[in-house]
């Protein structure tokens, strides 16, 4: 779930902000379980056949965002879609996979077109269908808040699309 909040910049930047330094800025608020072993996002992934809700673990030390190959079947895409060969370094060895473009990637209340996505598979037995990213993390400022079980995330203004 996602709420939108706006902050100015008295609320950002202390009360000696003048009111013509505030900067208004959209504030998305993600909500997770703060009780579950992972922090699990909802994220939408548009296709060839549609549109559909996955999970995603949120990962700052994955270095691509990764779907499994399974869900973007469901959506029309494949293999043939990839544009580059890939494999990964896990605990169990080196895992195939590729790098693709997807037609539109939402996570954290923003949108995205065109946005690269690494597909190789995960373990079934994580509950969840990829991993989001710094590959669309590194667009936003956010911040966790684990014991509400909420990240606020705010577009950064250089790297807006």
């Given at each position: 779930?996602?709420?939108?909040?706006?902050?100015?910049?008295?609320?950002?930047?202390?009360?000696?902000?003048?009111?013509?330094?505030?900067?208004?800025?959209?504030?998305?608020?993600?909500?997770?379980?703060?009780?579950?072993?992972?922090?699990?996002?909802?994220?939408?992934?548009?296709?060839?056949?549609?549109?559909?809700?996955?999970?995603?673990?949120?990962?700052t030390a994955a270095t691509q965002t990764h779907v499994v190959p399974e869900f973007l079947?469901?959506i029309g895409y494949g293999p043939q879609h990839g544009d580059r060969i890939t494999s990964?370094?896990?605990?169990?060895?080196?895992?195939?996979?590729?790098?693709?473009?997807?037609?539109?990637?939402?996570?954290?209340?923003?949108?995205?077109?065109?946005?690269?996505?690494?597909?190789?598979?995960?373990?079934?037995?994580?509950?969840?269908?990829?991993?989001?990213?710094?590959?669309?993390?590194?667009?936003?400022?956010?911040?966790?808040?684990?014991?509400?079980?909420?990240?606020?995330?705010?577009?950064?203004?250089?790297?807006?699309?």
């Amino acid at each position: 779930m996602v709420d939108a909040l706006q902050l100015d910049g008295t609320l950002l930047y202390g009360s000696r902000a003048r009111a013509d330094d505030a900067t208004a800025l959209s504030v998305k608020v993600t909500r997770f379980d703060p009780d579950d072993t992972l922090i699990v996002v909802t994220a939408r992934i548009w296709g060839p056949r549609g549109d559909k809700q996955l999970s995603l673990a949120f990962d700052t030390a994955a270095t691509q965002t990764h779907v499994v190959p399974e869900f973007l079947d469901l959506i029309g895409y494949g293999p043939q879609h990839g544009d580059r060969i890939t494999s990964i370094t896990s605990a169990v060895g080196d895992e195939p996979g590729y790098m693709m473009p997807v037609t539109r990637f939402a996570a954290l209340g923003f949108t995205l077109t065109n946005f690269r996505i690494h597909v190789h598979d995960l373990p079934d037995t994580l509950g969840i269908q990829g991993l989001l990213g710094p590959s669309f993390l590194r667009q936003f400022d956010y911040e966790i808040r684990s014991g509400e079980g909420r990240i606020l995330a705010t577009r950064i203004a250089s790297r807006a699309i």
